[in-house]
């Protein structure tokens, strides 16, 4: 394989850019599965139609300026002449504690929000009670994220967020709104699929910075490091 350009780093040797263009043809290559992947993505025929038009809670400014609890329909989740929802099933189980996790992925998704909702409506819904939610986003600096809770409903146990025995599993839903009504158009399945040997069955990587700038390392992911809430 030969040069991709004629750009040389400071230092480098022959060895390092013969094998920083192997690299690059690979990188190139990835680079052209993962747009032909979102292509076989947006092809995808619907989904089965909603099950239900879930209830959920969430905190709304009234005129004095007092955070209230109001109910929204998840119909309503759709806003601005927008007929896409993404929706990230964040593992809070009430009386439990946030999902380290999830909050790591959601530091990081909030810092997108704003950018996402001029092409689609985004929400976030754990089953904690919503005041509960409600504190902890205060607390991570969530101002852009759209948080209810789906206490009461079963949209966790419908959509892949939840077991048969209640415990709260990651999800990462797209639901699509048309003439016919409201469809589920994807859903981040990996999870619960057969893992390949020496991968882990992570399923939202693609939509998650952290992991992809540590893929950029040498440290890399490291063999048992996962993200937490808080650090020394």
Known sequence: MGRFHDR?????????????DALLGAEIELRR??????????????GGALKDDYVFTEGGDD??????DKKTRLSQLFEGGMDELVVYSFMYAPGGQACAGCTAFL???NGSALHIAQRVNLAVVAKAPI?????WARGRGWRDL???????STYNADYFAETPDGDQIPALNVFRRSAGGIFHAWG????Y????????????????????VLDLTAAGRGEDWFPATVYE
């Open 8 to 20: 040389s780093y400071p230092g480098e040797e022959g060895a390092y850019r013969e094998a920083r």
């Open 63 to 68: 005129l004095a300026g007092t955070v209230t």
């Open 193 to 212: 699929a057969p893992v390949d040997d020496g991968q882990h069955n992570r399923h939202i990587d693609i939509m998650w910075p952290l992991w992809n």
């Open 146 to 152: 759209r948080m209810l809770s789906s206490g009461g």
């Open 33 to 46: 599965r993962i747009e032909d992947v979102a292509a076989m993505r947006r092809a995808l025929p619907l």
């Open 188 to 191: 981040a399945e990996m999870l």
């Open 131 to 135: 005041a509960t939610i409600r504190e």
């Open 107 to 109: 530091d990081s998704l």
